[in-house]
Each structure stands twice: as C-alpha cells, then as structure tokens.
C-alpha cells in the first residue's frame, strides 16, 4: 500500500521555515511554564532541530546548511536557563 502524502514534497527552505517556527514556539512556550513543563517544551524545541538537521544534512548547499544550523542552534541557546 503506497503512503498517502498530504501534498506536494516542501522544498528546503519551507522544511527550514516551519522548523524555525516550530522551534520558536517550543521556547516561547517554555517561557511561560515552570518545571517538567518548561523542561518538555525545550526538549520539544531541541527535538525539531534534531529532526530537521537530521533530514537536511546532506543537502548540496553546504554553505547554507551551516548557516541555517547555526541560526537554528543559536535559538535553542539563547532560551537555555541557567
């Protein structure tokens, strides 16, 4: 049985942009909890990188893999607690 696909495949940067987004919403979420709560939003957020850096690190465009790996990573740093 052949998979059902919602759509047309994403391109890079839609794959890029909704990851982005997904991620920023984790750590904004995280923001706004306490404790377990605030810990699983984080790991959520740390999840999609993963997840998306895993899918795209093969791609031809190196350069600007590293560069939106960078920005990716930057945003999970930035929300780290202390």
Not at 33 to 49: D, M, N, P, S
Request: charged share 25%.
């Amino acid at each position: 049985m052949k998979p059902k696909v919602a759509g047309p495949w994403l391109s890079y940067t839609e794959i890029t942009d909704r990851t982005t987004e997904q991620i920023r919403r984790y750590v904004e979420e995280s923001q706004h909890r306490t404790g377990l709560q605030a810990l699983v939003r984080r790991e959520w957020a740390y999840g999609a990188y993963m997840g998306w850096r895993a899918l795209m690190v093969d791609m031809n465009d190196q350069l600007t893999f590293l560069h939106d790996d960078q920005r990716l990573e930057a945003l999970l740093i930035a929300h780290e607690p202390l």
